[in-house]
């Protein structure tokens, strides 16, 4: 996808809702820099020289590579976080659920087997 139409991309996607803000600062400076990177020739030949590239389309792929090479670890992390969380409200509910079964089985247990009213039983 060309630089041009993903920075677009990324703001219709901002606006209708459907990527955070969040997530979309990372397209977007990823999208302007290599824009600048391929318009601007000299910007090219330098960034080249730095990382040690022979080609020019070496670099934008290698920078491209890197990109998703973040993101995918970024994702990676949020995602160990979240089972993480999945977990532990699992758990929680699981808990919930049989203190619910044990209130309810002392509501219904008749009143002569326990020696007080269903009332004060709660």
Partial sequence: MPPRIQISYVFELVRRKHLSEEYSMGWLITGTLMLIL????????WVSGLVGATLFT???????LLFLMVICLHFSIRISALTKQVRTLTQHVGILDHEKKVLERKIHQPPWQTGTSSLEQI
Avoid: P, R
């Fill in 58 to 64: 070496s670099t934008l792929f290698f920078f491209g």
């Fill in 38 to 45: 391929s318009v601007s020739e000299g910007a090219l030949k």
